[in-house]
């Protein structure tokens, strides 16, 4: 198996934003868990709510945030290799098909929503669980599925193929 699949295909895409080479997602995901957290900060400053015993939430915490910065770190890493865009404003050259992206399509969103989750747990707010939620519904209807119209129109059947092979989040 290749470490990318490329060769876009020259179809004229129909959205606007993939006529430009990019997803045109509506707001750059680390910005969106990042201004959830926030949210999720200032409900719980507002009114305190836990979901987790103090006894093992910090241990869950630590857990899933190591976890969700290894596989951040790897997903980079991959995207590096392959000499593709990171950033969703840029255009990607090519499917990365090897690391974490053998496992998921989306191992950068699946990292920023373990941390956002573990910090819920280290924190103990239900708040920031609540936000995480919302965080990860918004990423999948404002950003994985645009992504995901784009890959299909600049790379064709070998972005479909992959997607047949690999699930979404796990």
């Not at 499917?95 to 956002?116: C, E, K, Q, S």
Request: aromatic fraction near 10%; include cysteine.
């Amino acid at each position: 198996m290749n470490d990318q699949l490329s060769n876009p295909q020259e179809s004229t895409p129909s959205a606007t934003a993939v006529s430009r080479g990019t997803a045109g997602v509506l707001m750059p995901p680390p910005l969106l868990y990042l201004g959830s957290i926030l949210i999720g900060i200032g409900l719980e400053a507002q009114w305190p709510a836990r979901w987790i015993p103090s006894s093992i939430g910090p241990w869950v915490g630590i857990v899933l945030c190591v976890l969700g910065a290894g596989l951040f770190v790897w997903a980079v890493g991959s995207l590096r290799a392959a000499h593709t865009a990171i950033a969703t404003s840029r255009a990607s050259s090519c499917v990365v098909v090897t690391g974490p992206y053998r496992m998921t399509r989306n191992p950068m969103y699946l990292a920023f929503t373990m941390i956002h989750i573990g910090l819920a747990a280290l924190t103990g707010s239900a708040w920031l669980l609540v936000t995480a939620l919302v965080a990860f519904l918004v990423v999948n209807v404002g950003v994985i599925l645009r992504e995901e119209r784009y890959l299909e129109s600049r790379f064709g059947e070998a972005y479909v193929k992959y997607k047949q092979r690999v699930d979404r989040w796990l």
